[in-house]
């Protein structure tokens, strides 16, 4: 069983800081991508920040400046620091990642999502 289990977010007033962490588990080969996607209802799910490749990272122009994102690549988890939150970021947060992992002796590519964390920013 693949798994991307996600933590933290929460409610915070508008200026303050959240992190959200993800972590994958199973029977992974290799992880291409982690990131970060968020949805607020009614519209379409966006990218928010994603990294590869140590160095290699991707952030959605309304969050170029205030979010940043890293992983921890011995421990397949990807970090989301939030600061200068403001109330548009309010969303539900996705974690992403773009893994390889073994089925019955087969490396099987595969993105799997996790469950969502709430993040609220209260004017």
């Known amino acids: 069983q693949l798994h991307l289990v996600e933590s933290g977010g929460g409610l915070v007033q508008a200026g303050g800081s959240l992190s959200l962490s993800c972590v994958a588990s199973g029977t992974i080969s290799s992880i291409n991508v982690m990131g970060w996607y968020r949805q607020v209802p009614g519209k379409q799910r966006e990218l928010v920040a994603a990294?590869?490749?140590?160095?290699?990272?991707n952030y959605a122009d309304s969050v170029k400046g205030r979010f940043t994102v890293s992983r921890d690549y011995a421990k397949n988890t990807v970090y989301l620091q939030m600061n200068s939150l403001k109330p548009e970021d309010k969303a539900v947060y996705y974690c992403n990642a773009d893994l390889v992992v073994m089925v019955y002796g087969d490396y099987v590519r595969e993105g799997k999502w996790g469950q969502g964390t709430q993040v609220t920013v209260s004017s």
């Open positions: 990294i590869g490749s140590p160095g290699m990272t």
